[in-house]
């Protein structure tokens, strides 16, 4: 059975997860966690400093050797909020490539959202009925809504606890003018989320990330009339292996929280030398979430970003798993909101698709290309055409644009740079590596994208008339030639093969074999 590594580079920490596959589910091997801090300089001039790129460094070896040790058979290394900020995070991307071999995945916070949702509704309990999801880290807090395991609604916003703590608390303790300034920008940035989620009804709340489980196992001792002892004995009697938290105890931990000093938080219980020294922002932020969404507290999950990363990656081996055709029926419903977005009616682009999916399989012998280029075929007919809502001259250039800098929930932003490669080259222009659409691709991918082109050029050309019923096609390979027979429908099919015959000589060129085409 395959054996998965997620490694989640965050702005406050670094986490490692390794699972193996087991009936069809996910069984952890190994997890490891690091503080490093790589968000507390960028939030400060731009740029990650020295010292903590070397402390992330270290514990990326520490975490390479793990993976070694339990010989994993894929590896994928994310990074979040920092890395989206940071000038300088192609040196540091470089930095991890030529010490562990492994390349790093900047994703939008969009992306990060999807991925921590797929993690808590493959494993946590309640998660796929109606829920809210909370994900506050050290750069930036994502708020999901969800309903049947489906994402509804989703805001993420620059309200993690590092950045936070970097740019308003600079005292200790921070004093009465900063906290106020902190809480005036928590509230902007509420009200900004507050006009896409509105008052979410929902019966359960999760939180993820470890300012959630520090407010959880703190918030009870602020309780008047309790003792801590107590507080946390009560805990454990409610629920055990969860915590939870009810909003007027997260909003007077918070607001005490604000007037302590350093020493005074870490002796909370549930918040340790590390957590103390950033809590306060997103202790603030979690009270005023909760209390603008009228929400009464949360349940934290252990779980996040990585378990939805291993997730994805059982789903890409393991084709008969549940989590396959979430991710699946997720990646379409992205394509679709992007097409109706940018005004494309999906009967029009319907045929290409059905056309390209036809040449995609009847042609493997031919293409010999890897499996995932099928949904980005599918996903680059669809959207071909967007660039006609910017302006018809020229529309491809524009359709690569857009498709490159959309967020399509489940699409990598290296996979929509692939399928905006693909869509690009519809017109008189081919893929060339020095084109800038090109250059942002692996290079070891160009040879591929340049075989899905002629697929899709195909499948275009195949429905020149859209007013016409979809053409029917055979298509039969021999050694040195391929034939596609047609079937005319209402409108004939004479543009079609017209249009098929110059695409001819770019088919000899890329795979060697000539095309001919013949009407029934």
Wanted: proline content about 4%; some cysteine.
């Amino acid at each position: 059975m395959p054996t998965f590594a997620a490694i989640d580079i965050g702005s406050n920490s670094c986490r490692l997860k390794i699972a193996t596959v087991q009936m069809h589910r996910l069984k952890t091997l190994h997890e490891d966690r690091e503080v490093t801090r790589l968000g507390e300089s960028v939030f400060q001039t731009g740029v990650i400093s020295p010292e903590a790129m070397a402390a992330t460094i270290r514990a990326l070896k520490r975490f390479h050797k793990a993976v070694q040790l339990h010989v994993a058979d894929k590896v994928r290394v994310v990074a979040t909020s920092a890395m989206r900020d940071a000038r300088n995070a192609a040196a540091f991307t470089e930095w991890v490539k030529a010490t562990t071999g492994w390349s790093v995945e900047v994703i939008s916070g969009l992306e990060e959202g999807r991925l921590i949702h797929l993690g808590v509704v493959t494993h946590e309990v309640g998660a796929r009925g109606r829920c809210l999801l909370i994900d506050l880290g050290g750069g930036s807090c994502e708020v999901t809504l969800s309903d049947g395991g489906r994402i509804k609604t989703m805001v993420s916003m620059p309200l993690g606890a590092v950045r936070l703590q970097e740019e308003f608390l600079r005292t200790d303790p921070p004093s009465k003018e900063d906290v106020a300034r902190l809480k005036q920008f928590i509230d902007r940035e509420l009200k900004r989320a507050e006009k896409k989620l509105g008052t979410p009804r929902v019966g359960l709340v999760i939180a993820t990330s470890g300012t959630a489980s520090a407010l959880a196992e703190a918030s009870g001792h602020v309780r008047k009339g309790r003792t801590v002892k107590k507080t946390l004995a009560k805990k454990r009697v409610e629920r055990v292996g969860a915590l939870t938290a009810d909003t007027p105890d997260v909003r007077r931990l918070a607001d005490r929280l604000a007037k302590m000093n350093n020493a005074e938080r870490e002796a909370v219980p549930g918040i340790g030398p590390r957590r103390s020294e950033i809590i306060i922002g997103g202790s603030l932020v979690y009270a005023s979430l909760l209390e603008k969404m009228g929400l009464k507290g949360f349940r934290y999950s252990p779980l996040g970003l990585r378990d939805g990363m291993l997730a994805q990656m059982l789903a890409e081996v393991d084709l008969r798993t549940s989590v396959h055709q979430k991710i699946e029926s997720e990646r379409w419903a992205g394509v679709l909101e992007v097409c109706e977005r940018y005004g494309i009616e999906q009967r029009q682009v319907e045929p290409v698709r059905q056309h390209v999916v036809e040449l995609f399989d009847a042609l493997a012998r031919v293409h010999e290309l890897p499996e995932e280029y099928r949904l980005w075929l599918e996903a680059a007919a669809m959207m071909q055409d967007v660039g006609k809502f910017m302006n018809h001259q020229g529309h491809y250039r524009h359709t690569q644009y857009i498709i490159a800098n959309s967020e399509i929930f489940g699409f990598s932003p290296e996979q929509r740079m692939i399928v905006s490669a693909v869509a690009r080259y519809m017109g008189k222009s081919r893929p060339d590596p020095l084109d800038r659409p090109m250059r942002w691709i692996p290079v070891e991918e160009h040879a591929n994208v340049t075989r899905a082109v002629v697929l899709l050029r195909l499948a275009v050309a195949l429905n020149q008339d859209r007013a016409s019923a979809v053409l029917q096609m055979k298509t039969h390979v021999y050694p040195k030639r391929v034939l596609l027979e047609l079937v005319p429908g209402r409108g004939g099919a004479e543009l079609e093969a017209w249009s098929l015959k110059k695409e001819a000589a770019y088919f000899r060129e890329v795979f060697r074999r000539e095309l001919f085409v013949e009407v029934a």
